[in-house]
């Protein structure tokens, strides 16, 4: 007998044999279906709707949100805190990718002709800390039309942009969009001792270090500290 022959007809018997089990798990998981269901409502798995949560209708404040999101987080969808700001905020726009070029200037220049001031939540030696008592004057004397702002306007509005990443992919971002430094104001807030709500799914990078949520929920908080809208828009992020 041909002992290469019999050694090829053992592979292939095993070779079946894998594909077979591994169709009947597909079979079994494809009939049992519940992490395949999603809900229409908020687009995620059943088991993690979140419908409850979310407010009957989505909020809207005085500052708009854009998030520029890299593409593996885009792609950790059942982690990511940025889909349950779309879900929350009136206006929350998203875009992905690495770099950002016209599209990015286009949506700037079209706030700053709508009278907001573009902000970039990006620490650094020149960011305007929210805290300081003087954070909103120093926004309105960095921007050219604040005098405008302040004559037509009871308070600023803003654009609010975001980088959604790891520390190295928001750096490398930042970098490679020129824009962002050039057209917005970078702000920044003070460090918390508390701990990320997400730490125990999602291990962050240190103590201090917060979900893109939460840092999107302090902000506004920083920016419309009078708002009722605000703290309701908070309430319903936090608790979702």
């Known amino acids: 007998r041909n002992k290469h022959l019999d050694?090829?007809?053992?592979?292939?018997v095993e070779v079946e044999k894998?594909?077979?089990?591994?169709?009947?798990?597909?079979d079994r998981s494809i009939t049992e279906g519940d992490y395949r269901d999603y809900c229409e409502g908020c687009?995620?798995?059943?088991p993690q709707c979140l419908c409850e949560h979310l407010p009957e209708e989505k909020i809207g404040l005085e500052t708009k949100v854009?998030?520029?999101?890299?593409?593996?987080?885009?792609?950790?969808?059942?982690?990511?805190?940025?889909?349950?700001?779309?879900?929350?905020?009136?206006?929350?726009?998203v875009l992905v990718g690495r770099s950002f070029d016209v599209e990015l200037e286009t949506?700037?220049?079209?706030?700053?002709?709508?009278?907001?001031?573009?902000?970039l939540l990006f620490p650094g030696p020149n960011a305007t800390v929210l805290e300081d008592n003087d954070a909103m004057e120093q926004l309105l004397s960095a921007?050219?039309?604040?005098?405008d702002i302040l004559a037509e306007q009871r308070s600023a509005k803003y654009l609010l942009i975001i980088v959604d990443g790891t520390w190295t992919q928001a750096k490398r971002m930042v970098r490679n969009s020129p824009a962002l430094m050039k057209e917005c104001n970078p702000i920044q807030f003070t460090g918390t001792d508390d701990l990320s709500i997400y730490d125990a799914i999602r291990?962050?990078?240190?103590?201090?270090c917060l979900s893109t949520l939460e840092s999107c929920v302090r902000t506004l908080k920083l920016l419309e500290p009078e708002n009722v809208k605000t703290e309701e828009a908070s309430r319903h992020l936090i608790d979702s």
């Open 107 to 119: 949506i700037i220049h079209g706030a700053c002709n709508e009278g907001r001031i573009p902000l």
């Open 66 to 93: 854009l998030v520029l999101q890299h593409p593996v987080e885009f792609r950790r969808k059942t982690i990511s805190t940025v889909p349950l700001l779309q879900l929350v905020l009136d206006e929350c726009h």
């Open 43 to 46: 687009n995620r798995p059943l």
């Open 18 to 26: 894998e594909r077979g089990s591994a169709t009947r798990r597909l």
């Open 203 to 208: 291990k962050q990078p240190d103590t201090h």
């Open 143 to 147: 921007n050219s039309n604040s005098s």
């Open 7 to 12: 050694i090829s007809r053992s592979k292939v």
